[in-house]
């Protein structure tokens, strides 16, 4: 699958949250020949944790599946939204080869907006970026499930 499809995938994760109250926010994880290692939604609310991003819940996954917490295999991360930094370190201690993420996140990003963590000094591992693929679905997701609460 190319980059548009896979963030399909994690668009259907980030619908999985929403259908369960949490903010629309999905990932997945592909291997070096695009086979899904791992899927994540974004799940604080239901798991009782504020760690239980997306990411974060696709990175435990993956780690438990390929018996590492390296995922130098696990080649490609997609995310519908720009991850924060907690997620940006996170995928920069698993050693995350690729990041492809969705919509921008000028409030909590830290990949191209705020702390832009990965061009830090401090940060050892940067993986290849790539943004924008299917930006306009992930942002209304998003916006449509905000508009539904306020």
């Known amino acids: 699958m190319n980059d548009h499809e896979m963030m399909g995938v994690a ?6 949250a929403a259908d369960a109250g949490e903010a629309p926010v999905g990932a997945v994880i592909v291997d070096h020949v695009g086979a899904i290692v791992a899927t994540g939604a974004n799940a604080p609310i239901g798991n009782c944790d504020p760690t239980a991003h997306a990411e974060i819940v696709a990175i435990r996954e993956a780690a438990r599946k390929l018996g590492n917490y390296r995922l130098r295999d696990a080649l490609t991360m997609y995310v519908t939204l ?4 907690m997620c940006a370190g996170a995928i920069a201690n698993a050693r995350i080869m690729r990041l492809v993420y969705g919509a921008s996140d000028p409030k909590g990003g830290a990949v191209e907006s705020g702390v832009r963590f990965f061009y830090a000094p401090t940060c050892h591992w940067r993986p290849q970026l790539a943004h924008g693929i299917r930006a306009d679905e992930s942002a209304a997701l998003l916006k449509d499930f905000f508009k539904a609460r306020r």
């Open 11 to 16: 668009l259907a994760e980030a619908r999985k």
């Open 82 to 85: 720009e991850p924060c930094a």
